[in-house]
């Protein structure tokens, strides 16, 4: 059964860093795409970055130039730099993975408070 494990979550100050892990129970090189999502309190869960198989990159323009995907095939794990935070990044940052088959798996999420 794949499983998805974020962690790195944290509270840290107006203009701080972060480094997120997702870390999945099978080889990551199973699926097509990997990717972080992000909920804010009374929002809807709003896309973050991907990275495909062939380490294509994508992101949403509010974190353009200040976030950073990346994977580890060896460790099996997507990472996500998070650099010049701010408050409107608060939110709960969940793990999504998609198999060749379309299958999606979520992981359970890791809380990121920006305090300003």
């Known amino acids: 059964q794949v499983q998805l494990v974020e962690s790195g979550g944290d509270l840290v100050q107006d203009g701080g860093s972060l480094r997120l892990s997702c870390a999945a129970s099978?080889?990551?090189?199973?699926?097509?795409?990997m990717g972080w999502y992000r909920q804010a309190p009374g929002k809807q869960r709003e896309f973050v970055a991907t990275?495909?198989?062939?380490?294509?990159?994508d992101y949403a323009d509010s974190v353009k130039g200040r976030f950073t995907i990346s994977r580890d095939n060896t460790k099996n794990t997507v990472y996500l730099q998070m650099d010049n935070l701010n408050p409107e990044d608060t939110a709960i940052y969940y793990c999504?993975?998609?198999?060749?088959?379309?299958?999606?798996?979520w992981g359970q999420g890791t809380q990121v408070t920006v305090s300003s």
């Open positions: 999504k993975a998609r198999d060749i088959v379309w299958r999606q798996y």
């Open positions: 099978v080889s990551i090189l199973s699926f097509n795409v």
């Open positions: 990275i495909n198989r062939a380490g294509a990159m």
